[in-house]
């Protein structure tokens, strides 16, 4: 048998060891990997099983674009929360770190906002809003995981509603906070501020969940990560740009591309047509409402007060 590549004894050598200390036999390990099939690329997507999960409530064909792009969102969102849990899992988090890191995550809603016109054109109007009647009361507000990157992103006091945070300060009780946070006002009946069913099936589903999230992230959100650097880090241009593009994306261009789509669709004079779940969305998509802001120290006195105007009357002709 000819003499074995160094590279593949060395291999096998670290396999062995790696074996051993588990309490396995290598032989054994190698032996079925003989037998094994090699994996194409539908399996390892799990493909088949990916194209049989729109499952559409009527027969109107765009409704399985609506379906699809928002199974393609929450992937993205998966992706971002992926990188996210590195941080606050990293033991010490240096400035390179976490600029690569917030690169990333950025890249991903830039991906999401620039795709968003699936959602505002890619549809036929009077389709969308005839299968959007069997939709209720689920609604995009329901996005689960888009709460997760805004908890693990800063201090929980900056996702109490505006009128309530100076009541809070971040070492506040996180169940205290909760009871003013700041997406409850996006979900209330407009002529009452009662909960609306879908309000109130989001917090049954997930509220402990969110609850028990804010308080792991206390002090590992990417605000407290960035907190916990050295002074000269935390001054460096590069970073504080990452954070700013991170707050704009989140905060400012992510909702207003569903204001911008909600006009489209929804907007009717005199009176405009109610979300799928009943949600509030001429109040609660709008920034320059909500004052919705990650890491405000970084930004001026004025940039706070004008927060989300300037792409408002940009992209919005009709937004007052």
Not at 98 to 126: A, P
């Amino acid at each position: 048998m000819a003499h074995l590549d160094k590279t593949i004894e060395d291999l096998v050598q670290k396999l062995e060891e790696k074996y051993k200390s588990m309490g396995q036999d290598l032989a054994s390990y190698l032996e079925g990997r003989l037998y094994e099939n090699y994996v194409p690329y539908w399996d390892y997507v799990h493909l088949d099983t990916l194209l049989t999960l729109q499952k559409p409530k009527t027969d109107i064909p765009d409704e399985q674009i609506f379906i699809m792009y928002h199974q393609v969102t929450e992937l993205y969102f998966k992706m971002i929360l992926h990188e996210i849990e590195q941080v606050a899992n990293e033991p010490v988090v240096s400035k390179k770190y976490l600029i690569e890191k917030l690169k990333r995550i950025n890249r991903y809603f830039i991906i999401l906002t620039d795709s968003f016109t699936v959602m505002s054109e890619g549809m036929e109007q009077q389709q969308f809003l005839e299968f959007r009647m069997a939709l209720l009361p689920a609604s995009g507000f329901q996005s689960a995981q888009y709460r997760m990157v805004e908890i693990a992103s800063t201090d929980f006091v900056h996702l109490v509603g505006k009128d309530y945070r100076d009541r809070f300060d971040r070492n506040s009780d996180i169940e205290e906070m909760y009871k003013y946070i700041y997406w409850q006002a996006g979900a209330t009946v407009l002529s009452t501020g009662e909960k609306t069913l879908t309000l109130m099936q989001f917090e049954r589903k997930y509220n402990d969940q969110l609850i028990q999230m804010a308080v792991d992230y206390k002090n590992t959100n990417l605000w407290a990560r960035y907190k916990q650097l050295p002074k000269k880090d935390q001054d460096d241009a590069q970073l504080i740009s990452a954070l700013r593009d991170l707050d704009l994306n989140v905060n400012v261009n992510w909702p207003l591309a569903h204001y911008k789509t909600a006009v489209a669709y929804l907007q009717r004079n005199p009176t405009d047509i109610t979300a799928t779940g009943g949600t509030n969305w001429q109040k609660y998509l709008p920034p320059r409402f909500q004052k919705r802001i990650f890491f405000p120290s970084i930004w001026s006195e004025n940039e706070i007060t004008e927060w989300g105007k300037s792409w408002v009357r940009q992209h919005v002709s009709d937004v007052k």
